[in-house]
């Protein structure tokens, strides 16, 4: 193959691993935008305006929770596609389910901004758990199917055993056990549940550490 065949093929990839990245990035972008749509403004309010906007701390709560989620699996879905040097139609499929959980947040947001601090509490809690938890599942099944050391050729910039990409691995592993702790806490305290959602979103904001 001629160098500058090489070269045309190469941006090509690149493009088409770009558009990727792009079309996931406004998916990321409209859901978190959409969260702001579940706190309603308290009409002909008054003088009781301030207890009203007060009442509402549910849907303030579900609001920071959800947007700190998604936030942070976009920070992670970015430092992911660094490594990626290529994209095939598994990947796309996958990446596709993986989006398909993040457009899908907004509404148990809406449910536990709904029910949280009264009847029903618990079960919105889990609602969002399982959401929470299926999203940790396909965030693993991409990153191991795009790492994975049998892809021929390779999708990623470097090798499989690469510290960096050793270090996604072994973090992104015990993700689903992490959020379904935060369903066990919500058959017990919902606001709890929540709130340990919220805890995992910080948690997952750092970087990886690479093992030395």
């Known amino acids: 193959?001629?160098?500058?065949?090489?070269?045309?093929?190469?941006?090509?990839?690149?493009?088409?691993?770009?558009?990727?990245e792009a079309f996931s990035d406004g998916v990321f972008a409209i859901a978190i935008t959409l969260l702001i749509l579940e706190i309603k403004v308290p009409h002909e309010a008054g003088h009781d305006l301030w207890r009203r906007l007060l009442g509402q701390w549910p849907s303030y709560f579900a609001f920071v929770t959800s947007f700190a989620t998604i936030g942070i699996m976009w920070m992670?879905?970015?430092?992911?596609?660094?490594?990626?040097?290529?994209?095939?139609?598994m990947l796309m499929i996958l990446n596709g389910c993986l989006l398909l959980g993040v457009t899908f947040v907004p509404y148990p947001t809406a449910v536990v901004a709904d029910y949280l601090g009264r009847d029903g509490a618990k079960a919105a809690a889990a609602f969002m758990a399982i959401t929470y938890i299926l999203i940790a599942i396909a965030f693993n099944l991409l990153w191991r199917y795009v790492s994975s050391p049998q892809r021929k050729p390779r999708l990623l910039r470097v090798p499989p055993e690469d510290a960096?990409?050793?270090?996604?691995?072994?973090?992104?592993?015990?993700?689903p056990l992490y959020y379904a702790v935060t369903l066990l806490a919500a058959l017990w305290d919902a606001q709890m549940s929540v709130g340990l959602n919220l805890a995992l979103a910080v948690y997952w904001a750092k970087p990886p550490r690479e093992e030395k």
């Open 164 to 175: 960096q990409v050793q270090a996604i691995r072994a973090a992104y592993r015990l993700g």
């Open 76 to 89: 992670n879905h970015h430092r992911m596609f660094n490594l990626v040097a290529r994209i095939d139609p």
């Open 1 to 20: 193959m001629s160098e500058y065949a090489t070269e045309r093929a190469t941006e090509r990839v690149e493009k088409e691993t770009a558009r990727v």
